[in-house]
């Protein structure tokens, strides 16, 4: 059966200082992988997603960036954090008929 | 282009009360729609998808919805509401294209009062 695991839980970061969330999925080959973030109180906003290895969408121009090194692994990277950068980031892969499956999340706080 | 609006950004119940969370749906193509929840610092779990078998969908934990194509309607109901049920509820239809995104919803937030 597949599996997302999502590191670390939960991170406290000073502003300016750099960040890189892993997302590693097991089970599964070759899926379309999706990073979201949430804001306190507020919806969900899909910031990348990625359909192969190297390859990479952006959906909001912001201060983060992705990276797909390998088949089923997928990172988060900032070189350097914003308060407006806190907040819930969750991971997702692809099932069958578009059915996602998301991780358990990363809280961010910048401080 | 696909958009998913849901109705009530907090939804309030009695314990053992009937749960109805409203979803619309636009879409240029026949949709694939699905109901997801959350609970507090969870990721998003799925509760059910519809995927043009079945008009009436049942899901996990005693939740059910409808899709109707002539109400563009994906509405997410459960007869009795359990105390357990107090959550996030997110409706999102998929883009049926090569990203496979989804589009969500703004989220309603069911509390379920004993």
């Known amino acids: 059966s597949q599996t997302i695991h999502q590191w670390p839980a939960t991170l406290v970061q000073p502003v300016g200082s750099p960040l890189s969330l892993e997302c590693t999925v097991e089970g599964t080959s070759n899926p379309n992988l999706y990073w979201y973030r949430q804001a306190a109180g507020r919806g969900l906003q899909l910031l990348f997603y990625s359909v192969g290895i190297g390859q990479i969408s952006s959906e909001v121009p912001q201060n983060l960036s992705a990276s797909r090194p390998q088949d089923r692994q997928f990172i988060l990277s900032s070189k350097k954090l914003l308060l407006s950068d806190s907040g819930f980031y969750l991971c997702a892969y692809t099932g069958v008929q578009e059915t996602q499956y998301f991780g358990p999340g990363t809280r961010l706080l910048v401080l | 282009a696909q958009s998913v609006t849901q109705l009530g950004s907090h939804v309030s119940v009695s314990e053992g009360a009937l749960v109805l969370l409203r979803c619309n749906y636009s879409s240029s193509v026949p949709p694939y729609l699905f109901w997801y929840v959350q609970y507090p610092n969870q990721g998003l779990q799925l509760l059910l998808k519809?995927?043009?078998?079945?008009?009436l969908v049942k899901g996990i934990n005693g939740f059910e919805a409808e899709f109707k194509k002539s109400e563009t309607s994906f509405h997410l109901t459960k007869p009795s509401a359990h105390m357990s049920d107090a959550a996030e509820y997110f409706c999102a239809v998929g883009s049926r294209d090569s990203s496979y995104k989804l589009i969500f919803g703004s989220g309603t937030r069911l509390l379920v009062r004993p």
């Open positions: 519809y995927t043009s078998a079945a008009t």
